[in-house]
C-alpha cells in the first residue's frame, strides 16, 4: 500500500490489514480494517498515532518515503489500545521524538504498558494548543470514547480532525476517502463498529458533538484511525448525522430473535415466532448462537429495536452462547427495545425465566411473559410463540408510530 497525500505535507502513513476478521477478540471484521496513522510535515515534523505492532516495518516504510524517521519530532498519541500504540515503542527507538504528547490517562497508559524511562512524554489539558510551525494542533479530550485515555488532534489551519476510534470503521481497502468508497456502501460497516464498540457511550457521543458545534470547529476532513477517511461536505454530514442516529437509538422496525437449541426444539419455538412477527407486518432476522458470534447480535440491533432471546435449559441456565450474547449486550448497554423471552425443557425450565430478567434488568420493554415448552413443542405451545410474536411486533409498531 502506498502513502496517501490527504493535504498539502499531510500523509496517510498507516496500514490495512486485510486478512483481520477477529477484531480486538471481541467483534467480527469481515471485511478486515485498517490502522491509521498520519505524518505532518511542518517546522516541527508530527506523527499522529502509530498502528499494529505486527505492521511496525510497513509504517517505518511509509514515513521512509516521505522523510528519514529520524527527522520526526513529535509523536502525538490520541489512543493506547494497542492495536495504535503496539509499534510505539519501536517507533521511539527510531525517531528519538523531542515530545511525545498524550492525555493525562494517556500517560497513566503508556507507563503501565512500556518502559518508558528516558521518555520525553508530555501530557495536554483539554484545549490545549500546539503550534508545529505554519500549523497549530488543538488537542480535545474525549474520555471514554472509548478508553479513558482518549483525545481527538484538531489541525487547525488545515481543518482536519485526527478523531482517533472515533468515527472509525472496520474496512479494508485500497481506497483511503469515503467518497471513493461511497457512503451507502460504509453505513452498515459503520454501525456495526458503533454497535460493538462506541455504543455504551452514546450520552458522551452526543455531549462531544455539542461540545464540537459550540467551538465552531469547522471541518475539511475527519480523519480516524480505523477505516476510510471523511473529505467531502456531503460524507462529513452524512458522518455526524449517522453519529446523532446511532446515539440517541431511535425505535426502528425490525426485530431480532437469537436463539440457542440442543435437539431442535427451541429452534422450532424461534421459527413461530418469526410467523407471529410476519403476521403483524414486521421483518426480523434469526440468529442460531451456536453458529454465529455473539457480536452478530449487536450488528442487527443497530437496525432492529426488538430483541427476542430463547435458550432450552441445562444445568438450571441457559446455554452458554446465549449467555455469552446476553453479557455482551449488558456490557453495551443497548437502550429503547421492546422484547420477550422463550425456551425448552425437559427438566426443571428456568432459562426462560432468566433470561427474561436479564433482558428487564438491561432496560429492555418485555411486553409478553415468557413462553416455555416441555420438551415439545406441541401445537399448544407453537401457537403461544406465534401471539408472543404478534405481541412483540405490535408493541414495536406502537414504539416506532409514536
Same mark, same amino acid.
Not at 500504540?85 to 515530545?99: A, Q, Y
Not at 504498558?113 to 484545549?127: A, L, M, R, S, Y
Not at 432492529?304 to 456490557?331: H, Q, Y
Not at 425448552?344 to 411486553?367: H, Q, R
Given at each position: 500500500?502506498?502513502?496517501?497525500?490527504?493535504?498539502?505535507? $499531510?500523509?496517510?502513513?498507516?496500514?490495512?490489514?486485510?486478512?483481520?476478521? #477477529?477484531?480486538?477478540?471481541?467483534?467480527?471484521?469481515?471485511?478486515?480494517?485498517?490502522?491509521?496513522?498520519?505524518?505532518?510535515?511542518?517546522?516541527?515534523?508530527?506523527?499522529?498515532?502509530? %498502528?499494529?505492532?505486527?505492521?511496525?516495518?510497513?509504517?517505518?516504510?511509509?514515513?521512509?518515503?516521505?522523510?528519514?524517521?529520524?527527522?520526526?519530532? !513529535? $509523536?502525538?498519541?490520541?489512543?493506547?489500545?494497542?492495536?495504535?500504540?503496539?509499534?510505539?515503542?519501536?517507533?521511539?527507538? %527510531?525517531?528519538?521524538?523531542?515530545?511525545?504528547?498524550?492525555?493525562?490517562?494517556?500517560?497513566?497508559?503508556?507507563?503501565?504498558?512500556?518502559?518508558?524511562?528516558?521518555?520525553?512524554?508530555?501530557?495536554?489539558?483539554?484545549?490545549?494548543?500546539?503550534?508545529?510551525?505554519?500549523?497549530?494542533?488543538?488537542?480535545?479530550?474525549?474520555?471514554?470514547?472509548?478508553?479513558?485515555?482518549?483525545?481527538?488532534? !484538531?489541525?487547525?489551519?488545515?481543518?482536519?480532525?485526527?478523531? +482517533?476510534?472515533?468515527?472509525?470503521?472496520?474496512?479494508?481497502?485500497?481506497?483511503?476517502?469515503?467518497?471513493?468508497?461511497?457512503?451507502?456502501?460504509?453505513?452498515?460497516?459503520?454501525?456495526?463498529?458503533?454497535?460493538?464498540?462506541? /455504543?455504551?457511550?452514546?450520552?458522551?457521543?452526543?455531549?462531544?458533538?455539542?461540545?464540537?458545534?459550540?467551538?465552531?470547529?469547522?471541518?475539511?476532513?475527519?480523519?480516524?484511525?480505523?477505516?476510510?477517511?471523511?473529505?467531502?461536505?456531503?460524507?462529513?454530514?452524512?458522518?455526524?448525522?449517522?453519529?446523532?442516529?446511532?446515539?440517541?437509538?431511535?425505535?426502528? /422496525?425490525?426485530?431480532? $430473535?437469537?436463539?440457542?437449541? /440442543?435437539?431442535?426444539?427451541?429452534?422450532?419455538?424461534?421459527?413461530?415466532?418469526?410467523?407471529?412477527? #410476519?403476521?403483524?407486518?414486521?421483518? !426480523?432476522?434469526?440468529?442460531?448462537?451456536?453458529? #454465529?458470534?455473539?457480536?452478530?447480535?449487536? #450488528?442487527?440491533?443497530?437496525?432492529?429495536?426488538?430483541?427476542?432471546?430463547?435458550?432450552?435449559?441445562?444445568? +438450571?441456565?441457559?446455554?452458554?452462547?446465549?449467555?455469552? %450474547?446476553?453479557?455482551?449486550?449488558?456490557?453495551?448497554?443497548?437502550?429503547?427495545?421492546?422484547?420477550?423471552?422463550?425456551?425448552?425443557?425437559?427438566?426443571?425450565?428456568?432459562?426462560?425465566?432468566?433470561?427474561?430478567?436479564?433482558?428487564?434488568?438491561?432496560?429492555?420493554?418485555?411486553?409478553?411473559?415468557?413462553?416455555?415448552?416441555?420438551?415439545?413443542?406441541?401445537?399448544?405451545?407453537?401457537?403461544?410463540?406465534?401471539?408472543?410474536?404478534?405481541?412483540?411486533? /405490535?408493541?414495536?409498531?406502537?414504539?416506532?408510530?409514536?
Amino acid at each position: 500500500m502506498k502513502t496517501v497525500l490527504l493535504k498539502d505535507d $499531510i500523509y496517510w502513513v498507516g496500514a490495512v490489514d486485510f486478512n483481520l476478521r #477477529n477484531f480486538h477478540r471481541y467483534s467480527r471484521s469481515p471485511e478486515g480494517s485498517t490502522y491509521n496513522a498520519y505524518l505532518i510535515k511542518d517546522k516541527k515534523n508530527v506523527l499522529v498515532d502509530t %498502528v499494529d505492532e505486527e505492521y511496525c516495518g510497513e509504517l517505518l516504510k511509509h514515513i521512509s518515503e516521505i522523510m528519514d524517521p529520524t527527522e520526526i519530532d !513529535y $509523536i502525538i498519541c490520541n489512543h493506547l489500545e494497542k492495536d495504535h500504540s503496539g509499534s510505539l515503542e519501536r517507533i521511539v527507538e %527510531v525517531c528519538k521524538p523531542e515530545k511525545i504528547f498524550c492525555s493525562v490517562m494517556g500517560e497513566k497508559s503508556m507507563k503501565a504498558q512500556f518502559n518508558t524511562e528516558g521518555w520525553p512524554i508530555h501530557v495536554v489539558k483539554d484545549g490545549e494548543r500546539l503550534n508545529i510551525g505554519s500549523r497549530n494542533i488543538t488537542f480535545l479530550e474525549t474520555r471514554m470514547l472509548h478508553w479513558p485515555d482518549s483525545m481527538v488532534s !484538531y489541525l487547525e489551519e488545515d481543518k482536519v480532525l485526527f478523531s +482517533n476510534d472515533a468515527f472509525g470503521q472496520n474496512v479494508a481497502t485500497s481506497c483511503r476517502y469515503v467518497d471513493e468508497y461511497g457512503s451507502a456502501n460504509l453505513l452498515q460497516s459503520m454501525k456495526e463498529y458503533y454497535y460493538n464498540i462506541i /455504543l455504551p457511550y452514546s450520552p458522551l457521543v452526543l455531549r462531544t458533538l455539542d461540545k464540537i458545534t459550540k467551538l465552531g470547529l469547522e471541518f475539511d476532513m475527519i480523519a480516524p484511525d480505523h477505516g476510510l477517511i471523511f473529505r467531502t461536505k456531503e460524507d462529513i454530514k452524512f458522518l455526524f448525522d449517522s453519529y446523532v442516529e446511532m446515539a440517541t437509538q431511535p425505535y426502528k /422496525l425490525r426485530a431480532i $430473535i437469537a436463539f440457542e437449541s /440442543l435437539w431442535g426444539a427451541t429452534k422450532k419455538m424461534a421459527y413461530a415466532i418469526g410467523d407471529g412477527l #410476519n403476521s403483524v407486518g414486521i421483518p !426480523y432476522i434469526i440468529i442460531d448462537a451456536q453458529e #454465529n458470534h455473539c457480536s452478530m447480535v449487536m #450488528n442487527e440491533l443497530a437496525n432492529s429495536s426488538a430483541l427476542i432471546l430463547g435458550s432450552p435449559t441445562r444445568n +438450571n441456565m441457559p446455554l452458554v452462547n446465549m449467555l455469552g %450474547v446476553i453479557a455482551n449486550l449488558k456490557g453495551l448497554k443497548p437502550k429503547n427495545l421492546v422484547g420477550a423471552a422463550f425456551g425448552s425443557y425437559g427438566w426443571s425450565g428456568e432459562s426462560a425465566n432468566i433470561i427474561n430478567d436479564e433482558l428487564v434488568a438491561m432496560g429492555v420493554e418485555v411486553v409478553a411473559e415468557p413462553v416455555k415448552a416441555y420438551f415439545g413443542p406441541n401445537e399448544e405451545e407453537l401457537a403461544a410463540c406465534y401471539e408472543l410474536g404478534q405481541k412483540v411486533g /405490535l408493541a414495536l409498531k406502537e414504539k416506532v408510530n409514536a
